[in-house]
């Protein structure tokens, strides 16, 4: 089964700054996908970037972008002159083979004005 | 287009009684999936359809059941519900259950209270 990682509970970065979330995963399949998703308090998710496997150009979208890390399964988001509008809850996700969406625990991200 | 949609947004129900909540995907989105999102268990899968047919099914229950209607709208029902069901239930859809490639959208959620 694939697991999704997320060690960090919690971070604070300040408004315009630059924020890394990590996140792991393990899997035994050689296509699959990954996602950020956003959780702010309406509780509404929302798709913030997606990778795919077999791609080894890191995707970005406007401030955000991840380093997609194969080898070493790792899957973090960079979130470039943070915003205020970016404080949520984020969340790793892997699809794999099953479709369903795994997963991880997620980072709550608080931008300080 | 308009996004998914789910109803109601917000329930409340006793320990013992049923439930049913209803999903609309994105127009022209054939695949719905039904996730639970507690603070202890966190995002859970529990059902796909595809074309009225279940494909893919999470560890939970029987008590947790769901059908997907021929214009791809779906409901999940969950009967003798208890007090560890109360949850943010959450939809998604995507245009196709074809592989891996399809992104999914999810909807507002319901929010779920059993006392």
């Known amino acids: 089964a694939q697991t999704v990682t997320q060690s960090q509970p919690e971070m604070s970065v300040q408004e315009a700054e630059t924020v890394t979330l990590s996140c792991t995963y393990d899997?035994?399949?050689?296509?699959?996908?990954l996602f950020w998703y956003k959780q702010p308090p309406s509780r509404q998710m929302i798709l913030v970037i997606r990778?795919?496997?077999?791609?080894?150009q890191n995707a970005t979208e406007n401030r955000f972008s991840v380093n997609f890390q194969k080898a070493a399964k790792s899957f973090s988001l960079k979130i470039s002159d943070s915003q205020l509008g970016d404080t949520a809850m984020y969340f790793c996700?892997?699809?794999?083979?099953?479709?369903?969406?795994?997963f991880g625990s997620g980072t709550q991200l608080t931008v300080l004005p | 287009k308009a996004g998914v949609t789910q109803t109601p947004r917000y329930l409340i129900k006793t320990r013992g009684q049923q439930v049913t909540l209803s999903c609309s995907p994105i127009?022209?989105?054939?695949?719905v999936s039904w996730y639970q999102q507690t603070p202890g268990q966190g995002l859970q899968f529990l059902f796909e359809?595809?074309?009225?047919?279940?494909?893919n099914k999470g560890n939970f229950p029987g008590r947790f059941s769901g059908r997907q209607f021929s214009n791809s709208r779906s409901e999940m029902n969950v009967s003798t519900l208890e007090l560890g069901d109360s949850a943010l239930y959450l939809c998604?859809?995507?245009?196709?259950?074809?592989?891996?490639?399809?992104?999914?959208?999810f909807g507002p959620g319901t929010r779920l209270l059993v006392l």
């Open positions: 899997t035994s399949e050689s296509n699959y996908y």
């Open positions: 998604a859809s995507s245009l196709s259950a074809s592989g891996t490639k399809e992104t999914q959208y």
């Open positions: 990778q795919e496997a077999y791609k080894q």
């Open positions: 996700a892997y699809s794999g083979s099953a479709r369903q969406l795994t």
């Open positions: 359809y595809f074309s009225e047919t279940q494909r």
């Open positions: 127009s022209g989105h054939r695949s």
